[in-house]
């Protein structure tokens, strides 16, 4: 499946199902063998800078559960979107038996733009060796624990659900560094309480 930034304007989604479509032609794919298109700001409107956020929750439910949501409101697909043969825009919602990866697209004004590929998690636990998949369990369950505790103090007040940050985790000596360094990774200060490095 695919997300797309769905503007709903002529220029962005003739653009986006023209790069969908050519990316697919280069990469072999059958032709025939359609990708379902979701568009989500029918739905959702267009939020103020988290638009491709919007779009990943939708990706990872997507992969979760199988379902591809119809667009509700493509009533009426402009004959110009038939001569892009990968792209299938679906006004129903279709229940697949699963999905192995999403393609999120985000085309924004001024040709700024990103992709994001989301494969499906079973295809990494596949690489997974029997003592590694238990692990890798270990640490989600301690995860699960976490969030339900970090939630539960939400609702009793202990804390904001959203506890906004008034500077970043590292100092301007460790600004440019942390960025050009791929492996830079902030740890948790108990007393403080934030991300340092």
Same mark, same amino acid.
């Given at each position: 499946? %695919?997300?797309? @930034? !769905?503007?709903?304007?002529?220029?962005?989604?003739?653009?986006?199902?023209?790069?969908?479509?050519?990316?697919?032609?280069?990469? !072999?794919? %059958?032709?025939?063998?359609?990708?379902?298109?979701?568009?989500?700001?029918?739905?959702?409107?267009?939020?103020?800078?988290?638009?491709?956020?919007?779009?990943?929750?939708?990706?990872?439910?997507?992969?979760? %559960?199988?379902?591809?949501?119809?667009?509700?409101?493509?009533?009426?697909?402009?004959?110009?979107?038939?001569?892009?043969?990968?792209? =299938?825009?679906?006004?129903?919602?279709?229940? %697949?038996?699963?999905?192995?990866?999403?393609? =999120?697209?985000?085309?924004?004004?001024?040709?700024?733009?990103?992709?994001?590929?989301?494969? @499906?998690?079973?295809?990494?636990?596949?690489?997974?060796?029997?003592?590694? =998949?238990?692990?890798?369990?270990?640490?989600?369950?301690?995860? $699960?624990?976490?969030?339900?505790?970090?939630?539960? $103090?939400?609702?009793?007040?202990? @804390?904001?659900?959203?506890?906004?940050?008034? @500077?970043?985790?590292?100092?301007?000596?460790?600004?440019?560094?942390?960025?050009?360094?791929?492996?830079?990774?902030?740890?948790?200060?108990?007393?403080?309480?934030?991300?340092?490095?």
């Amino acid at each position: 499946m %695919t997300s797309f @930034h !769905g503007t709903g304007t002529v220029a962005n989604d003739k653009n986006e199902s023209d790069i969908l479509n050519s990316q697919l032609h280069k990469l !072999g794919r %059958t032709p025939g063998h359609t990708v379902p298109v979701v568009c989500q700001k029918w739905l959702t409107g267009h939020p103020k800078g988290a638009a491709a956020s919007f779009m990943l929750n939708g990706v990872l439910q997507s992969l979760r %559960t199988g379902l591809v949501p119809g667009n509700r409101n493509a009533d009426n697909i402009d004959k110009a979107m038939e001569e892009f043969g990968y792209a =299938l825009y679906l006004s129903k919602s279709i229940q %697949t038996p699963g999905i192995k990866a999403g393609l =999120l697209k985000s085309f924004g004004f001024g040709q700024v733009g990103a992709e994001l590929l989301v494969v @499906h998690a079973d295809y990494l636990f596949a690489t997974l060796t029997q003592e590694q =998949l238990e692990q890798y369990n270990v640490k989600l369950q301690q995860r $699960d624990v976490k969030a339900s505790r970090y939630w539960q $103090d939400t609702l009793v007040g202990s @804390h904001p659900f959203v506890q906004v940050k008034s @500077h970043p985790p590292y100092t301007a000596a460790q600004e440019k560094s942390v960025y050009l360094d791929p492996l830079a990774r902030a740890k948790y200060d108990k007393v403080s309480g934030e991300y340092k490095f």
